[in-house]
Nanobody
C-alpha cells in the first residue's frame, strides 16, 4: 500500500520560511516525477511545484517562482518544498503527489491527474 505523508507545516509570520517534507512508502518513487499542490479555503486545489524523476528539471507556479524550491532525496524516498519569503496568500493545505506512471515529464504535472496523494499539511502565514 502506497502512502505519502507530509510534515513540516505550521504557523509562520509573513517573510518567514518553512520546509515541507513528503515521505513515501510502499513504492520507490525514484523513477517518478513528484509534485506539490495546495488548496486555500474556498478555492480549488492548485499546482505549486514539480520535479522530474532525475531531479534535473523543475517547474513552478508563477505565484511561487523565486520563493519556493522543490527537491528530492531518492535514497530516503522523500521530497521537499522549501518555502521562503512566505506571504499570507500562501496560506493553504499543502499536498504532495505523484503520477501513476514513471518517467512522466515535469511540464504536464499541473494538468494531469495524480495517482498518489498525501493527507495534506496546513501552512498558515500571518500578516
Amino acid at each position: 500500500q502506497v502512502q505519502l505523508v507530509e510534515s513540516g507545516g505550521g504557523l509562520v509570520q509573513a517573510g518567514g520560511s518553512l520546509r515541507l517534507s513528503c515521505a513515501a512508502s510502499g513504492r520507490a518513487f525514484s523513477s517518478y516525477a513528484k509534485g506539490w499542490f495546495r488548496q486555500a479555503p474556498g478555492k480549488e486545489r492548485e499546482f505549486v511545484a514539480a520535479i522530474s524523476w532525475s531531479g534535473g528539471t523543475t517547474s513552478y507556479a508563477d505565484s511561487v517562482k523565486g520563493r519556493f524550491a522543490i527537491s528530492r532525496d531518492n535514497a530516503k524516498n522523500t521530497w521537499y518544498l522549501q518555502m521562503n519569503s512566505l506571504k499570507p496568500e500562501d496560506t493553504a493545505v499543502y499536498y504532495c503527489a505523484a503520477p501513476g506512471s514513471p518517467w512522466t515529464n515535469v511540464q504536464p504535472m499541473g494538468r494531469i491527474p495524480m495517482a498518489y496523494w498525501g493527507q495534506g499539511t496546513q501552512v498558515t502565514v500571518s500578516s
